[in-house]
């Protein structure tokens, strides 16, 4: 089993930016790779960042790339979203996500944490 817990979630205007951290436990949680979803109000989950165990190999959605930043402190097992120029369409849950490749991060994951809200205003 692995726990996450994500934090870090908050309000900012438009062209902010913002981190979010996910810390993985568990016994076996240092072998996962990990990543970030999304859900914005009214629509299904997506794929947003994945990062591979050791984080030497990174992959992003379209829509975040060049703006959003994943990174993972392999001591602290936790992993970090840094979303820079947020725009109001960024607006929703994230949801962080540990798989046993990245392949199974981008969806679906093995383990998923509770969320937390990020809203960007115009």
């Known amino acids: 089993q692995v726990q996450l817990v994500e934090s870090g979630g908050g309000l900012v205007q438009a062209g902010d930016s913002l981190t979010l951290s996910c810390t993985a436990s568990?016994?076996?949680?240092?072998?996962?790779?990990l990543g970030w979803h999304r859900q914005a109000p009214g629509k299904e989950r997506e794929f947003v960042a994945a990062?591979?165990?050791?984080?030497?190999?990174?992959f992003y959605s379209d829509f975040v790339k060049g703006r959003f930043i994943i990174t993972r402190d392999t001591v602290k097992n936790t992993v970090y979203l840094q979303m820079n120029n947020l725009i109001p369409e960024d607006t929703g849950d994230y949801f962080c996500?540990?798989?046993?490749?990245?392949?199974?991060?981008?969806?679906?994951?093995?383990?998923w944490g509770q969320g937390t809200q990020v809203t960007v205003s115009s």
């Open positions: 996500a540990a798989g046993i490749n990245t392949a199974r991060v981008k969806g679906p994951a093995d383990y």
């Open positions: 568990g016994r076996t949680a240092d072998q996962y790779a």
């Open positions: 990062i591979t165990w050791g984080g030497g190999t990174t």
